[in-house]
């Protein structure tokens, strides 16, 4: 007798994602970290693919192989620029790139909700009570006192950290303010107060520009810098 069998257990992986976190942006690109893990006992070459679905949508590989036992990567997909101010629902579905593999929905998706924020500041300057965008503005004569009021406004969803209030004449007169943070729907005036010289001309003009951070409840940036700018004669 030369012949005999043997029944064996071939290794296959078994990729499973094992968490999804977006990270929506304001104003710019958003994106998602999903972890998958290969739970076989079968390496996986780099290469498999992650797919987004719902209303928001992307693809992204993994760039190393997965060991077997518990080989691991995070993979950032993007989401590209989304709506702000919306609720979205995504899944991701890991795609074994026909590889002989135990997958199935229960272990190889993961679902997320979140909203996206919107962020904005606004910027309001006023001469001697006027909102003056235009000239003439209001008649001050040489001696006596000019005060620029700038409103501040959050008028987006986030909380705005970091504002830096400038004007084209005076500088920057961010010490004239409350504060350098405003939460969302929340204002704060700066004032500036000084006499009218003779050198600053019959017609006199000057541009205020705010800039701030829009940044998350645990002061995370979320999108890039906001700005504002208005005149004032």
Request: hydrophobic share 30%; net charge negative; with cysteine.
């Amino acid at each position: 007798n030369n012949s005999g069998t043997q029944n064996y257990t071939a290794p296959i992986p078994k990729l499973t994602l094992t968490a999804i976190s977006p990270t929506p942006n304001c104003n710019d690109v958003s994106s998602v970290d999903v972890t998958i893990e290969n739970q076989g006992c079968a390496a996986v070459a780099a290469g498999v693919e992650i797919a987004i679905t719902g209303d928001a949508s992307g693809t992204g590989t993994t760039i190393g192989a997965l060991a077997a036992g518990g080989g691991s990567e995070v993979v950032t997909i993007s989401l590209g620029n989304i709506a702000c101010g919306q609720d979205y629902d995504i899944t991701a579905t890991a795609d074994p790139n026909s590889l002989t593999c135990e997958c199935d929905a229960t272990n190889h998706t993961q679902t997320a909700s979140f909203n996206s924020p919107c962020c904005s500041i606004d910027l309001e300057k006023a001469t001697n009570g006027q909102d003056a965008d235009t000239a003439t503005g209001p008649y001050i004569p040489v001696g006596d006192n000019v005060t620029w009021d700038y409103v501040i406004t959050n008028s987006g969803s986030t909380i705005v950290d970091t504002i830096v209030l400038n004007d084209d004449q005076l500088g920057n007169i961010t010490v004239s303010c409350p504060g350098t943070s405003l939460a969302s729907g929340a204002s704060m005036t700066c004032s500036v107060t000084t006499p009218v010289l003779v050198g600053m001309g019959n017609q006199y003009s000057n541009v205020a520009d705010v800039a701030g951070r829009p940044v998350d409840g645990g002061g995370t940036r979320i999108g890039n810098d906001l700005t504002d700018t208005d005149p004032s004669h």
